[in-house]
Every structure is written in structure tokens, then in C-alpha cells.
């Protein structure tokens, strides 16, 4: 049987020459399907008239012949249809009153409890995915305890506002970045309502000038409450990263995170154990499980989702997250390796579920 994964990577080498991107990132493979003789899959293009939608059908029949020379193909070509309304994804992007129609992914990175370094590990991948050459995003929507100006070191800074009304996101390490620490004062709480908090988090989504995005990533907060229906009524996600820690009481509430997500048709991309192992600097090769051994793979095992890696207990990931330089910034830390695995993973699952599932719609929840 041939693998889904491995025709993605021979389709890899289909590459649309004005963006210089392949067209597996550009999220245009669609419904693929694979049986013993035959690949099947619709070839769904952004922009109908650029001169390279007259060639991409054939280009990909050329790749998959030379490596699978006996097997049938079946290669529709569509383009997206203008004036569906705003409850549709198109070319695997949002429209609408969504992040807008640049962005390409949308990952909402959860826990099901505080604690666990949810805020810590969407940070560290989002650089890594930076650094890796995609274009990013990070939109920091607990509003109640932001976490991500710390992290990137801004605490003081302010976006601005384009001439049309839209905020200009901050940048660094190559991230752009949107938080309601940037918004408040850092001294004060934000005591707010649910109807204010679920305003906040629609402007967020819709009201920033997020650009061309390979990923943005929704650094959720802890729970299942209001900001977590808000965001499924208002965008359309591609996945979850459900982040825990190894012991039982994690655990307990991350089991209710990805049932959240598999109640609103949400597919959860996989999980990160996050403080998995303690290793001394001094003996490195030694492994101790304070909170428990391999907890979050089991669970990931038990409910049949993807267990993306292990990120271990280490005091660098923590001053550097307080001292707003984020771990993986140093190429020296084997934090930085860990997260490079863990970021090369979530981009095959993504690729993966754009390629054979449905696009996930915004969802109406009648009942709460």
C-alpha cells in the first residue's frame, strides 16, 4: 500500500514558480485517496489564472509517474468559487470575518489546565517554524493572563493601526504577534465579561492585518469556555495541538480538551508531553520522571491522536521564556533540537489533513 505521506513528498517537488512555494504548502491537494492501483486527489487552486494553473495537473502527473510508474492517477482540477458566504474555507484559507484570505493555517494550540506551559511550547514552536522559513503568526488570545509579551520580551510595546483600521501585528524573531498584553496596562487586570471577552477575540482574529501566513497559531487559554466556542464559531480551524504534562491530573483534563475538539469537528493534530523528563547538564544522558513516564503518549495512544514529542524539564526553557528570548533561539540547546521534531511533525500532520480531509467549517453551537 502505498503511503498518503510519501505521495505528499513526492508532490513536494511541484512547485508554483510566482511564490516559489510547492503546492502541498499552498494547501491545493485535496481529497486524496489511495488505493492499490490507483491515486486520486483534486487539485484545488488559489488563483485560477496564474499561467502555471494551465501546467500544475501535468506537472503532478509527471512526479507521481516517476515514482510510481505502474499506478493509475486520477487528477481533478478545480479552482475555489467566488460568493460562498462566510462559512466556508477555501484554498484552505479564511474568508470572511476570519484572520483574512492570506492565511493558510489556523492552529489553535490548547490545555485542558494551567500550568502545564501550553504558552511556552505555542511560543517555541512558532519561532521554530520561523526559523524553518514559514511565514508565522501568534495571536495570544487568553485574555485574562497573557502570556507571550514576557516571552518575546516586549512588555512595553504597542501595535499600531494601518489607515484602514486594522492592527499592525508586532514582529520579532520573525513571529508576528498579537496579545491583549499589548493592549492593557500590565499592572491592571482585565475584569471583563464573557460577551466582552468573546468581542475581544473576534477583533483579534478579524480586525488585525495579518498579511500572508503559512500558520497562525491561536495560543488558547486554559479550559473549555467561552473563548474556545468563540474561536470555532469564528474561524474555520485546521487543527488542535493539545499540550500536557506526564501526571494524572493533566492528563485527566486534557482527555476533556480533545473532546471538545472532536465534539466540534475540530481534528486534533496531536499532542505535546511538555516537562516529560528531567536530565542533570552534568549527566545528560540520564533521564528522571518527576511528574510520571509517558503519560500524554499513552493518552495519545488510548484515543488514537498523534503524539507529537516529548519536550523535557529544563531550566534554560524557563529563564529564557521569563528573559523574553525563547530557547529556541540558542541553536545550542537541546531544547532547540527537541522543538525542530516537533515542529518538522505538526507540518506533515498539517499537510496531511489538508490533503485528505474536509475543510473544517465554522460551527453553530445551539447549546452551551
Not at 280 to 307: Q, S
Request: aromatic residues 6%.
Amino acid at each position: 500500500m502505498i503511503d498518503t505521506q510519501d505521495i505528499l513528498s513526492v508532490l513536494k517537488h511541484v512547485v508554483e514558480p510566482s511564490s516559489g512555494r510547492d503546492i502541498v504548502r499552498l494547501s491545493w491537494i485535496r481529497n486524496l485517496k489511495v488505493s492499490d492501483d490507483t491515486i486520486s486527489f483534486m487539485l484545488l487552486l488559489g488563483d485560477p489564472t496564474l499561467p502555471f494553473a494551465g501546467v500544475v495537473k501535468s506537472e503532478c502527473e509527471k512526479a507521481l509517474r516517476a515514482a510510481y510508474p505502474t499506478v493509475r492517477l486520477s487528477i481533478e482540477q478545480d479552482s475555489p468559487m467566488i460568493g460562498l458566504g462566510d462559512d466556508f474555507k477555501i484554498d484552505g484559507k479564511a474568508v470572511a470575518d476570519g484572520p483574512g484570505s492570506g492565511v493558510t493555517n489556523i492552529i489553535a494550540v490548547a490545555s485542558g489546565k494551567g500550568g502545564v506551559g501550553k504558552s511556552t511550547v505555542a511560543t517555541n514552536l512558532a519561532v521554530t517554524l520561523a526559523a524553518q522559513g514559514y511565514s508565522v503568526g501568534l495571536a495570544d488570545v487568553d485574555i485574562y493572563g497573557p502570556s507571550i509579551p514576557t516571552m518575546f520580551g516586549l512588555e512595553t510595546a504597542k501595535p499600531r493601526v494601518s489607515p484602514e483600521r486594522k492592527i499592525i501585528p508586532l514582529e520579532k524573531y520573525g513571529v508576528k504577534l498579537l496579545s491583549m498584553g499589548f493592549l492593557v496596562d500590565p499592572e491592571k487586570a482585565v475584569i471583563w465579561r464573557g460577551p466582552m471577552v468573546t468581542s475581544a477575540v473576534k477583533q483579534f482574529l478579524s480586525d488585525t492585518q495579518w498579511g500572508d501566513l503559512d500558520f497562525l497559531l491561536l495560543d488558547l487559554p486554559p479550559g473549555t469556555g467561552d473563548i474556545q466556542l468563540t474561536i470555532v464559531q469564528t474561524v474555520p480551524l485546521n487543527g488542535a495541538v493539545i499540550v500536557s504534562t506526564p501526571q494524572r491530573v493533566a492528563l485527566a483534563d486534557a482527555r476533556k480538551g480533545i473532546g471538545m475538539f472532536d465534539q466540534v469537528n475540530v481534528p486534533v493534530l496531536g499532542v505535546v508531553e511538555n516537562m516529560a523528563y528531567f536530565s542533570p547538564p552534568e549527566l545528560p544522558e540520564k533521564r528522571y520522571y518527576l511528574f510520571g513516564k509517558g503519560g500524554a503518549r499513552a493518552l495519545a495512544e488510548e484515543l488514537d491522536v498523534h503524539f507529537l514529542g516529548e519536550i523535557p524539564l529544563v531550566e534554560a526553557i524557563r529563564t529564557n521564556g521569563d528573559e523574553g528570548t525563547p530557547v529556541v533561539t540558542d541553536p545550542s540547546q537541546e531544547s532547540t533540537k527537541v522543538f525542530n521534531k516537533v515542529a518538522l511533525d505538526l507540518v506533515a500532520q498539517v499537510e496531511l489533513r489538508n490533503a485528505v480531509r474536509d475543510a473544517t467549517q465554522k460551527i453553530d453551537i445551539l447549546h452551551r
